[in-house]
């Protein structure tokens, strides 16, 4: 009697729990995986300069190309001169020239070329970290099942309320100040931030946002008033300099005109010192005539 009980009361306790699984429902999520990478800095970073790689490469297959062009150019048109044999080896040499083109080109850009390779390379690091996290909030926001939106997964419709890529880049870059913390105040700061919830902590941004706002506009009226002062100032001066100017120019007009004037003065002396030199004295000429009279 005593085990039917205990059988009775497993059994119910079982179906207590059954019941109230079924009426909780399953708990479903979703990642976007694309959007979470390009709101990461450091991926976006790499991919700029993975992209400056990328087409690096296209310009040396181009080059090569126009290479192999112009060498088939030139055997077109001096096939009719060349013998057998050099037309022969002509073609060999464009052959070789269009392999290596290939070779290069499946080494860039193949399954197993570099952009695939450090594509992974790139990606690999910010997967797995998201891969954990996932997990991490799986556990701890009993979700039985998280799929990624980006991945080949057919979703026909996934409500917002569902999308948990947010978290997983709050993570992300809780995980990153972490390390960049510089001492411990800072990393204070940052774990009375992880205490919030998801929407505490858009609030709080929202109102770091508003006040970053403020002080860029506070900062443009400043530069703005700096600017009009410093063009303010830059138009004395240059009023200032014109002024100068002006003055200057008279003074050098004054300058050259008494230089002028002094030299007509020394030119009027030495002109009148010279007349009186070669002008002949009165007594002498009288003296001249006297004696011819006589």
Known sequence: MKTKKTLFFTLALFCFTFMAEAQRGVRIGYIDMEYILESVPEYKEASIQLEG????????????????????????????????????????????????????????FGPTGDL????????????????????????????????????????????????ISDLVLRSIERAGR??????????????????LSLEEEGAVTEREKAIQEK???????????????????????????SIRAVKKAEFEERRQRLILEREQRRDSIMNARQNRTNTPADGGDEGSGDGDGQ
Do not use: C, G
């Open 53 to 108: 790689k990328v087409q690096r490469w296209k310009q040396d297959i181009e080059k090569k190309q126009k290479e192999i062009d112009q060498m088939k150019l030139n055997l077109a048109n001096e096939r009719v001169l060349l013998t057998k044999e050099l037309i022969d080896e002509r073609e060999e040499e464009i052959k070789i020239k269009e392999d290596e083109m290939l070779k290069y080109q499946q080494d860039r």
């Open 116 to 163: 695939m390779i450090q594509r992974r390379q790139l990606v690999q690091p910010i997967q797995d970290q998201v891969f954990n996290i996932v997990q991490e909030i799986a556990e701890n926001k009993k979700y039985d099942f998280i799929f990624d939106k980006s991945a080949d997964v057919v979703m026909l419709f996934a409500a917002k309320r569902n999308d």
């Open 215 to 241: 002080q860029e506009e506070r900062e443009k009226i400043v530069d703005a008033k700096k600017t009009e002062r410093e063009e303010m100032m830059a138009q004395r001066q240059k009023e200032r300099d």
């Open 178 to 195: 972490r390390v960049q913390a510089a001492d411990k105040k800072e990393k204070r700061e940052i774990e009375q931030r992880e205490k």
